[in-house]
Structure formats: structure tokens, C-alpha cells
């Protein structure tokens, strides 16, 4: 948990970028938010969806360097989820429909929270790049899945 002090001496800009404008503090499970959160930009296509995974990470990466380092990785940090959900987004075919957009979501959720290597690896690891990388990942593994079910008759 942040402590009051530590929450001073942050930035403020880095804490709404880490938090998604707040939705990190939305309960129950702010990881799931901040994933439903960029949901929308699926309806933009596959091409607007990677450069968001891309400036979402670039983003994350500075915000959560700004952060305490005992602090790095509470809960309300999810533009690590944003930009893993975006990746596994840009997966999916231009105009793709509601039950695919909803498969991305399900498949980043469940590699995010089941963390199977290389997301556990990742997550293991300390600073700014990691916290982005193992949801990174964990958007790989659910791009990669939706591309072999896009690929099937």
C-alpha cells in the first residue's frame, strides 16, 4: 500500500499515467479495469491498436520509474495492463466483432493471472521495464493465440 508521504512525493503525473487516470483505483480487481478500459480501440483496428501497446509501454515505463521502488508495482498501477491489452487487440482483424474482442480480453486476462513462462519470468524481474514487459508478454501469448484462431477454417 502507498503510503501518504510516498504519494506526495510522486509526481502526480506519473500516478495518473500509472493508474490510468484513476481506474487503477477501482475495486474489485483494478488489473481487470484497466484492461476493459482500452477495450474500445479494437473498433479502431489493428494498426491503432499497436502504436497504443507501444506509447501505453514507452508511457509506463517512465511513469512507473517515477514511483517509489518499494512501490513500483501496487495493484493501482495498470497501464501494464492497458498496453498488454492493446497488444493482444492489435491480433485481431479490422472491424473484428464483439465475441472476438471479448476473446482478446478473456485470453490477456487469463495469461496476466495464470502468468505462464515467459509472463512469470518477466514478472520476477525489478524496474519500470519489467512491470510493463510480463503484461507485454502475457498480450503476446493472447495475440499469438488469437492469430492461430483467426488462421483456422
Known sequence: MTTLAQQAATPRLAILVASMGGVGRMRPAPGT???ALVLPLAWLGPGP???AAVLFTLAGVLAVSRLPRAQSDPPWVVVDEAAGQSFALAALAPQAGLAWVLAAFLLFRFFDILKPPPVRWAGRRDGPVWVMLDDVLAGALAAAVLAI???LP
Do not use: E, K, Q, T
Open 33 to 35: 479495469w484497466g484492461s
Open 49 to 51: 491498436c499497436m502504436l
Open 149 to 151: 484462431a483467426r488462421s
